[in-house]
């Protein structure tokens, strides 16, 4: 097999479909046998996953082969995070193998794979660099069967005997890449036979161009500072091919690979032209910051109370203080408010110099002076998340509401309630 380096570590991430079990068999069989063990996720999304992971681990077994199993709740963390299948799926399965100790994590895409990659980002509105493709290599990972089509790894499990598993999931076209692979590719096929290859050649050319472009990001005067960044306004004030690639290299410093997209960049760009505003919510609990000369990014958890918004929403929203529920459903120790009564420009934060606040039953106030009469700690009044519109209080939670937001008679309730502490 080429490129391997027998002075290496590897993990083999396994699911028991064809692809990966041949590049399983193709590493045991090899001659010396690299250093290598599999692992293999069960996501909690198929009812038969557990048994996929046996088949497996029964198959290391015989090869003679370490097998780890690992265990995810990719249903409940979608539902908690408000992410499709497809997402969550997809982040839970680069936790476990970001953390496992070797040199190289291999995976077992294929040319389809990579032909199915470019539609699925260019579908997407995808810049350059996702028009690019899957990379051979990339940090830790390694695609060792990136070079040969799907067909080539079935002849090959025939020819050798290699057992594998059928993915049900694999013919649900509900989910995008399944829809491309079975639809869009053979419409494309009938159009023009060559059109997979085409399509990697497309990728490769493109690869070349974003390779010159990127090697003109230059980040060497970003502070990455603990958990702050600090980016250069120079920096994103560049042509945005440029500015662009200088954001995706920060945000691959910090950690975060996928679902950063076009028009993140084009609002942190915006903040840098001081024509956005000053903040700015981003995926992964991110913040961009317009800080004078520069752009600063920081988890939310990690702004400073006295700085935080957060878009007031339905549902579930972190902020610095904990997470907040916003409910049809009444919540144990909420507030309940006439939530259509709450401007969409709204925003849970803390406490701000000029803040009034109409205590329920009416009478107008500093928010000052009605914590002072509450009687509220000073050491507890910074710590208070409120719902506010400009410097108009709407919600004091686990206090009070606004007079401006009670529910009148036939009225639809909605229940607020800051859910947990920030430890």
Excluded: W
């Excluded at 960044?229 to 091919?241: C, I």
């Amino acid at each position: 097999m080429k490129y391997l380096d027998l002075q290496l570590k590897y993990a083999l991430a396994v699911s028991g479909g064809v692809d990966s079990m041949v590049m399983l068999h193709k590493f045991a069989t090899l001659s010396p046998r690299p250093n290598f063990y599999v692992v293999t996720i069960n996501h909690g999304i198929r009812k038969e996953a557990a048994s996929d992971c046996s088949f497996v681990a029964d198959y290391c077994a015989q090869l003679g082969v370490e097998c780890r199993v690992v265990s995810v709740d990719v249903p409940g963390y979608c539902a908690q995070h408000r992410l499709s299948v497809e997402t969550g799926a997809r982040i839970l399965r680069y936790q476990v193998l970001d953390a496992l100790e070797c040199d190289c994590v291999c995976l077992a895409h294929n040319a389809n794979d990579n032909a199915e990659t470019v539609l699925m980002h260019i579908l997407r509105g995808s810049g350059a660099k996702g028009a690019t493709g899957i990379k051979r290599t990339n940090g830790k990972y390694f695609r060792p069967l990136l070079e040969l089509t799907r067909e080539e790894i079935e002849q090959y499990a025939r020819d050798n005997g290699v057992p594998f598993v059928q993915d049900s999931t694999n013919d649900d076209t509900k989910y995008t890449r399944n829809f491309i692979r079975h639809r869009v590719l053979p419409l494309l096929g009938e159009l023009n036979t060559s059109a997979q290859q085409n399509i990697l050649r497309f990728a490769e050319n493109i690869l070349q161009d974003d390779e010159y472009l990127d090697s003109l990001a230059d980040i060497t005067t970003v502070v990455f500072d603990g958990s702050v960044t600090r980016v250069p306004k120079n920096l994103l004030l560049q042509p945005s091919p440029i500015a662009y690639r200088v954001l995706s290299k920060v945000f691959n410093r910090l950690g975060v690979f996928y679902d950063m997209e076009k028009a993140h960049f084009d609002a942190i760009v915006s903040i840098a032209n001081n024509v956005g505003g000053k903040r700015l919510n981003l995926p992964f609990d991110y913040v961009a910051i317009n800080d004078y000369d520069f752009v600063s990014i920081l988890r939310l958890s990690d702004l400073p109370l006295d700085k935080f918004e957060v878009p007031f929403r339905l549902g579930i929203s972190k902020t610095p203080l904990g997470a907040v529920e916003v409910s049809e459903q009444p919540l144990n120790g909420s507030l309940r408010v006439d939530v259509s009564k709450i401007p969409p420009t709204a925003v849970f934060r803390t406490r701000q110099a000029g803040d009034s606040f109409t205590k329920f039953g009416g009478g107008t106030k500093t928010l000052k002076q009605y914590l002072i009469d509450k009687k509220i700690p000073q050491r507890e009044r910074d710590r208070l998340l409120l719902v506010a519109d400009g410097s108009d209080i709407l919600v004091i939670c686990g206090v009070e509401i606004s007079d401006s937001v009670k529910v009148e008679q036939g009225a639809q309730s909605y229940y607020i309630k800051l859910k947990q502490e920030k430890m």
